[in-house]
């Protein structure tokens, strides 16, 4: 299977800790999700390690779930089902106005 690494960067305007707090909360997905990407919470569990999600984007479908968690620094998830079947992983960096994928 071919590799594929992918990046998103845009600054956004909140705290490091926010971030990761909107992350871990897979239940207000589907309120901030975009659109276009169809969420669904599959499974959220207390500590969040487990918790999944499907995802529908154009042109297929895949469920990430959340294989650990190292707060404020990274979320690392696995792609368990669909289109990818891989890893992947949450990492952001705090700036003067706000926070960026790192």
């Not at 705290?15 to 975009?34: I, K």
């Not at 995802?55 to 190292?70: D, M």
């Not at 696995?78 to 890893?87: C, F, K, S």
């Amino acid at each position: 299977m071919r590799r594929t690494q992918a990046t998103d960067c845009r600054i956004l305007p909140f705290d490091v800790a926010e971030v990761y707090a909107a992350l871990l909360d897979c239940e207000s997905y589907p309120r901030w999700w975009p659109a276009p990407l169809r969420v669904r919470v599959l499974k959220s569990t207390p500590d969040r390690v487990g918790s999944r999600i499907e995802v529908r984007p154009r042109g297929g479908w895949f469920t990430c779930e959340v294989s650990r968690i190292v707060p404020d620094k990274e979320i690392p998830i696995r792609y368990v089902e669909g289109v990818r079947r891989d890893t992947g992983r949450w990492t952001f960096e705090k700036l003067v106005q706000g926070s960026r994928p790192s």
